[in-house]
C-alpha cells in the first residue's frame, strides 16, 4: 500500500461519479486527514450500495475520537 493519495486524486479526477469512485475518493480523504469531506463522500458512497462504505465510515468514527 503506497499511499500515494496524489496520484490517487489524479486517477480519480478521470474516473467519474460512479459510486466506488466516490468511495475512494472518501478513503482518500481520510487517509489526508481531512475526516468531513471523508464522512460527507464515504456515506454517500454507502446510500449508493458499496458496502465497504460502512467499515471505513466506522473506522473514520474510531479515529476520530
Not at 478513503?27 to 450500495?49: F, N, P
Amino acid at each position: 500500500l503506497r499511499r500515494d493519495t496524489a496520484a490517487a486524486a489524479r486517477y480519480l479526477s478521470r474516473a467519474g461519479d460512479s459510486p466506488q469512485a466516490t468511495y475512494t475518493r472518501g478513503v482518500c480523504a481520510a487517509i489526508d486527514g481531512d475526516h468531513d469531506t471523508a464522512q460527507r463522500l464515504l456515506t454517500s458512497a454507502q446510500a449508493a450500495g458499496v458496502a465497504e462504505a460502512a467499515a471505513a465510515l466506522a473506522e473514520l468514527e474510531r479515529v476520530s475520537r
